[in-house]
């Protein structure tokens, strides 16, 4: 069945050092992938996103990378600031042209100042 | 240009109550979903509304159903109210173009059933 799943529940990271968080997903009919952020008492916040025929795609101090051979997503912050301090959720939804978007548990990410 | 717009923010029912929340999208959006999010877990689809239909919907049972209005603004309600029923209840809604784009979610309703 789908599931959406981190390999982390919490990661701690020095202010000013690259942060990664990974996720594994299982549906090989995901054709979207989100990360999302989501700050205590709001709801959550588009990060970024990628196609399935792409591999890597970078904004702006995020890159997200996708593996299918594995079906493994990661996140990468660069140089990552207190405000960075999150739970962060990685989902994914089929093709199919619906927006159906399954989430994964989430992983807390700590900034150490 | 407002966001998604959720009300109320904090509710407090008792078990076997019914409970209306309520949602606006986000100027531009038609269509909006709702999901149901435990504490310290994933946000979980419970359904989602296009041109005033559910147009698909997760698994969870009858006692939620939904609606939405002309304006796109939708309202979520859960009969027969269960201890397990206390979540962060969340709205997003998106612009549908037969693609897959990010919500935009908003801060939720806390249900809290006691």
């Known amino acids: 069945g789908e599931s959406v799943g981190l390999h982390l529940p919490t990661l701690s990271v020095q202010e000013g050092d690259n942060s990664i968080i990974n996720c594994a997903y299982s549906?090989?009919?995901?054709?979207?992938f989100i990360w999302y952020k989501q700050e205590s008492g709001k709801g959550p916040q588009f990060i970024i996103d990628?196609?399935?025929?792409?591999d890597k795609r970078q904004g702006q101090r995020v890159t997200v990378l996708l593996n299918k051979t594995v079906k493994h997503l990661s996140l990468q912050i660069a140089a990552t600031q207190p405000g960075d301090s999150a739970v962060y959720f990685c989902a994914e939804s089929p093709s199919g042209g619906y927006q159906k978007v399954t989430f994964g548990t989430g992983t807390k990410l700590q900034v150490i100042p | 240009d407002a966001g998604v717009t959720q009300s109320p923010t904090h509710l407090i029912k008792t078990r076997g109550q019914q409970v209306t929340l309520r949602c606006s999208p986000k100027?531009?959006?038609?269509?909006v979903s709702w999901y149901q999010q435990a504490l310290g877990q994933g946000p979980q689809f419970i359904f989602q509304?296009?041109?005033?239909?559910?147009?698909q919907r997760g698994n969870f049972p009858d006692r939620f159903s939904g609606h939405q209005f002309p304006n796109y603004s939708s309202e979520l309600n859960v009969n027969a109210l269960l201890l397990g029923d206390s979540a962060l209840y969340l709205c997003a809604s998106s612009p549908d173009r037969g693609q897959n784009y990010g919500y935009t979610f908003g801060s939720g309703t806390r249900l809290t059933v006691v």
């Open positions: 509304y296009y041109e005033e239909e559910e147009r």
């Open positions: 549906n090989s009919a995901s054709d979207y």
């Open positions: 990628i196609r399935s025929n792409m």
């Open positions: 100027s531009g959006h038609d269509t």
